[in-house]
């Protein structure tokens, strides 16, 4: 009985205590309403209200972000149907050709790393070309390593996705057949007429600057293979010399692949620095190419970063 006295006293106290102390908290507002001034006193309001306010205003911004995500789907189906019948329509036309293109990379050790990272921006715009050609070729990347994994390893990690490219390590003579193979170099006697979808044609994975003239066709003789150049002396009269960056070599065949001509595949990747005029057979002039300049230096369209756009 005794400690029921005392727990009755101590939770009487406790309360009265209570009861004081929001009595005191009441007269400190009262106090402070006193003397704060009319402004302050509507400021202070619009603070308690902004506060209390604070988790509608945060289901509102919820709502509100669902509904534009909604509005954007809905308009990208309304929209994108119509395009995305076409792409498929596209694609059902494309006739992948049984020619094989090869990208030497054996000449990693001749190359300075701004050289190489011109190189890899070649093989990128090959790669995107051959994704959106009509006619997309046989694409094989030889001899990878060296300083061109590397720049690939670095700057675009989405190679190992590459799709529809074989990538080896080894040498084109030891992926393709010796008799099969066809080195493209401007320094070959022998004039290119016509492909043949039976051939794997090499392209030298090299940017040099000269410095290593007529390498290309000293490896293709070396190996005991056969070498030919494009036919461009046939059609084409340019103020630079005839040796083209990779990409345009592979570009220049997926656009003859499509439209069965040199010259047209000529004046549709050719740069506008290169000076290129069209020929006729007699050698004379006949126009001038007015074509938009497509550096190969510059960047490429990559998937993204390749394989994103595929």
């Known amino acids: 009985m ?24 009441k007269t400190e ?14 400021k202070l309001l619009k603070q308690q209200k902004w506060e209390e306010e604070r988790e509608l205003r945060k289901q509102r911004r919820k709502e509100r972000k669902q509904q534009r995500r909604l509005q954007r789907l809905n308009h990208h189906e309304e929209d994108g149907g119509e395009a995305q019948s076409a792409r498929k329509r596209l694609r059902r036309e494309v006739t992948p050709s049984s020619l094989r293109l090869v990208v030497d990379c054996s000449f990693d050790s001749l190359m300075l790393v701004k050289d190489v990272c011109k190189l890899h921006k070649q093989i990128q715009r090959c790669y995107a070309e051959n994704r959106r050609s009509l006619h997309p070729v046989q694409f094989y990347l030889t001899s990878l390593g060296g300083q061109l994994k590397q720049s690939m390893d670095a700057k675009d990690k989405g190679w190992v996705n590459w799709k529809d490219i074989t990538i080896s390590t080894e040498h ?13 170099t401007s320094d070959s006697p022998n004039v290119l007429e016509e492909l043949d979808p039976k051939k ?22 070396e190996l005991g293979i056969d070498h030919a150049q494009l036919p461009l002396s046939s059609f ?12 345009h070599v592979f570009e220049i065949i997926l656009a003859y692949l499509e439209k069965g001509s040199w010259q047209e ?21 006949i126009e001038k190419k007015e074509e938009e300049d ?10 993204e970063q390749t394989e994103k756009s595929v």
Request: hydrophobic share 35%; no cysteine; proline share 2%.
């Open 236 to 247: 084409v009269k340019m103020n630079s010399r005839k040796v083209l960056a990779v990409n």
């Open 2 to 25: 005794a400690d029921d006295s005392v727990r009755s006293e101590a939770s009487s106290q406790q309360h009265s205590h209570n009861r004081e102390n929001k009595l005191s908290e």
């Open 200 to 221: 794997a044609y090499v392209i030298g994975g090299l940017v040099d600057h000269n410095h290593h003239k007529g390498i290309t066709f000293e490896r293709a003789k």
């Open 294 to 303: 497509t550096d190969s230096d510059s960047d490429a369209d990559t998937p």
């Open 29 to 42: 507002a009262a106090a402070d309403n006193q003397t704060l001034s009319k402004r302050q006193r509507k």
């Open 265 to 285: 595949a000529f004046f549709t990747i050719l740069p506008q620095r290169k000076g290129a005029v069209a020929v006729d057979q007699d050698g004379t002039n």
């Open 172 to 184: 084109y003579s030891e992926v393709v057949a010796k008799e099969e193979l066809v080195y493209l």
